[in-house]
C-alpha cells in the first residue's frame, strides 16, 4: 500500500466521519453538526486537515486528521479540567454558541504576538489501516500537520489521540497529561481500541529540546510574513505548492479557469516585490517562469500561507 496526503476537500467529509476514532460520542444528528464545524473552521482559514489514500484508489479516504486554533479562555478550561474526550468538549461548546474557534482577524492577531492554540480536534483511520499499517498512517499524518503548520507562531500543540500507542507519541517528543482521576469510570467504559491518550507540546518545551523531533520544525521556525497575502491567494498557494493542477485547484476552490487566472495574475502583482519579477499575467512562458518563482519563494518561506496582522509588523518596524 502506498499512502499519499493531499489537502481535505468538503466532499472527503463524508467520508471522515465515517472514520472518526470517538465516533462512539456522537448520535448520528451530531455526526452531521460536526461536519458543519469542521467546515465553518476551514472555511475560516484558522484550520488545517490532511486525507490519505491509497495511490491506487484515490478516491477512498483511509485516514484523515483536522486541526484548529482556538480561543485562550477554551484552552484554559481544558486544561484545567484534564477530562477526557477533548475534541466533544470542543464540539458542545461550539454548538451551544461558545464558539471555541478563532476567526481569521483573531488568528491573525494571534499568529502575530503571543502565538496560537492548535487542537488537534479529529482524526481517523480506516479499520483495515489500523489491523497493518497504523503507524506508516500516523507517520505520514503527523508529517503533513507539520507541513501545514511550518510557518505559523505557535504557542502549543494539544491531540487527543484514540487508539494509539503512547509509545508512538514518547518517540515524537510529545509529553503525555494524564485524565484527572474522577474520570477512571468514565474512561472504563470506553473501547479498548479507542482508549484516549492526551499528547501536547509547548514553544517552551520545544525550546528547551532544540531539534529534538519533527516538532521542533513548527516552534521553532517563525518569521513574520511580508506579502500580505489573502486567503484565498493562500488557498491557492497551498494546493499548486500539493502539485495540484489548476483544472483540480479550479474544482476544489468552485472557480471558473478565468477566474483562477485572475487570481494567480493577483498573487504575482502581491509577490512581486519578493520575486523581483513584473507581474505578466499567467499565461506562456512568462506566467510559468513568474509560478515557478512564487512556488519556490513559498516554500522557503512558509509564514507566508498563514494569516497574520500586517500592522503589528509595521509596529515593530518603527520600533
Same mark, same amino acid.
Not at 132 to 141: K, Q, R
Not at 209 to 236: K, M
Given at each position: 500500500?502506498?499512502?499519499?496526503?493531499?489537502?481535505?476537500?468538503? +466532499?472527503?467529509?463524508?467520508?471522515?466521519?465515517?472514520?472518526?476514532?470517538?465516533?462512539?460520542?456522537?448520535?448520528? *444528528?451530531?455526526? *452531521?453538526?460536526?461536519?458543519?464545524?469542521?467546515?465553518? @473552521?476551514?472555511?475560516?482559514? @484558522?484550520?488545517?486537515?490532511?486525507?490519505?489514500?491509497?495511490?491506487?484508489?484515490?478516491?477512498?479516504?483511509?485516514?484523515?486528521?483536522?486541526? &484548529?486554533?482556538?480561543?485562550?479562555?477554551?484552552? *484554559?478550561?481544558?486544561? *484545567?479540567?484534564?477530562?477526557?474526550? @477533548?475534541?466533544?468538549?470542543?464540539?458542545? &461548546?461550539?454548538?451551544?454558541?461558545?464558539?471555541?474557534?478563532?476567526?481569521?482577524?483573531?488568528?491573525?492577531?494571534?499568529?502575530?504576538?503571543?502565538?496560537?492554540?492548535?487542537?488537534?480536534?479529529?482524526?481517523?483511520?480506516?479499520?483495515?489501516?489500523?489491523?497493518?499499517?497504523?503507524?506508516?498512517?500516523?507517520?505520514?499524518?503527523?508529517?503533513?500537520?507539520?507541513?501545514?503548520?511550518?510557518?505559523?507562531?505557535?504557542?502549543?500543540?494539544?491531540?487527543?489521540?484514540?487508539?494509539? =500507542?503512547?509509545?508512538?507519541?514518547?518517540?515524537?517528543?510529545?509529553?503525555?497529561? =494524564? $485524565?484527572?482521576?474522577? $474520570?477512571?469510570?468514565?474512561?472504563?467504559?470506553?473501547?479498548?481500541?479507542?482508549?484516549?491518550? @492526551?499528547?501536547?507540546?509547548?514553544?517552551?518545551? &520545544?525550546?528547551?529540546?532544540?531539534?529534538?523531533?519533527?516538532?521542533?520544525?513548527?516552534?521553532?521556525?517563525?518569521?513574520?510574513?511580508?506579502?500580505?497575502?489573502?486567503?484565498?491567494?493562500?488557498?491557492?498557494?497551498?494546493?499548486?505548492? &500539493?502539485?495540484?493542477?489548476?483544472?483540480?485547484?479550479?474544482?476544489?476552490?468552485?472557480?471558473?479557469?478565468?477566474?483562477?487566472?485572475?487570481?494567480?495574475?493577483?498573487? $504575482?502583482?502581491?509577490?512581486?516585490?519578493? +520575486?523581483?519579477?513584473?507581474?505578466?499575467?499567467?499565461?506562456?512562458?512568462?506566467?510559468?517562469?513568474?509560478?515557478?518563482?512564487?512556488?519556490? $519563494?513559498?516554500?522557503?518561506? =512558509?509564514?507566508?500561507?498563514?494569516?497574520?496582522?500586517?500592522?503589528?509588523?509595521?509596529?515593530?518596524?518603527?520600533?
Amino acid at each position: 500500500m502506498n499512502l499519499i496526503g493531499r489537502e481535505t476537500r468538503p +466532499t472527503d467529509l463524508d467520508q471522515c466521519l465515517e472514520m472518526v476514532r470517538d465516533r462512539f460520542l456522537y448520535d448520528r *444528528a451530531e455526526l *452531521a453538526a460536526l461536519r458543519d464545524m469542521w467546515q465553518s @473552521v476551514l472555511d475560516r482559514d @484558522v484550520g488545517r486537515s490532511t486525507v490519505l489514500f491509497d495511490s491506487g484508489d484515490p478516491e477512498r479516504v483511509l485516514a484523515f486528521g483536522i486541526s &484548529a486554533a482556538i480561543k485562550d479562555a477554551h484552552l *484554559a478550561t481544558l486544561e *484545567a479540567n484534564r477530562a477526557p474526550f @477533548v475534541g466533544r468538549a470542543l464540539f458542545d &461548546a461550539w454548538r451551544s454558541g461558545d464558539d471555541p474557534f478563532l476567526d481569521e482577524a483573531s488568528f491573525a492577531t494571534a499568529n502575530a504576538r503571543d502565538g496560537l492554540n492548535v487542537i488537534v480536534m479529529h482524526n481517523g483511520v480506516d479499520d483495515a489501516i489500523v489491523r497493518h499499517h497504523l503507524h506508516d498512517a500516523l507517520s505520514l499524518l503527523t508529517e503533513t500537520f507539520v507541513a501545514q503548520h511550518r510557518g505559523s507562531n505557535i504557542k502549543i500543540v494539544l491531540h487527543e489521540a484514540f487508539g494509539v =500507542p503512547a509509545q508512538f507519541a514518547l518517540d515524537l517528543g510529545l509529553f503525555i497529561t =494524564p $485524565y484527572a482521576e474522577q $474520570y477512571d469510570t468514565r474512561l472504563a467504559s470506553v473501547p479498548a481500541d479507542r482508549m484516549p491518550i @492526551v499528547v501536547s507540546m509547548t514553544r517552551a518545551e &520545544a525550546e528547551r529540546r532544540p531539534g529534538n523531533l519533527v516538532f521542533a520544525q513548527i516552534f521553532l521556525r517563525f518569521s513574520p510574513p511580508v506579502c500580505d497575502l489573502q486567503t484565498a491567494d493562500r488557498r491557492l498557494l497551498r494546493l499548486a505548492l &500539493a502539485g495540484t493542477p489548476d483544472e483540480a485547484i479550479a474544482e476544489f476552490l468552485q472557480i471558473a479557469p478565468r477566474t483562477l487566472k485572475k487570481r494567480w495574475s493577483d498573487v $504575482y502583482a502581491r509577490m512581486e516585490h519578493v +520575486t523581483r519579477l513584473a507581474p505578466g499575467g499567467d499565461s506562456g512562458h512568462r506566467g510559468a517562469e513568474i509560478r515557478r518563482h512564487v512556488l519556490r $519563494y513559498v516554500r522557503e518561506h =512558509p509564514e507566508e500561507l498563514h494569516a497574520y496582522d500586517p500592522s503589528f509588523r509595521r509596529a515593530t518596524a518603527r520600533v
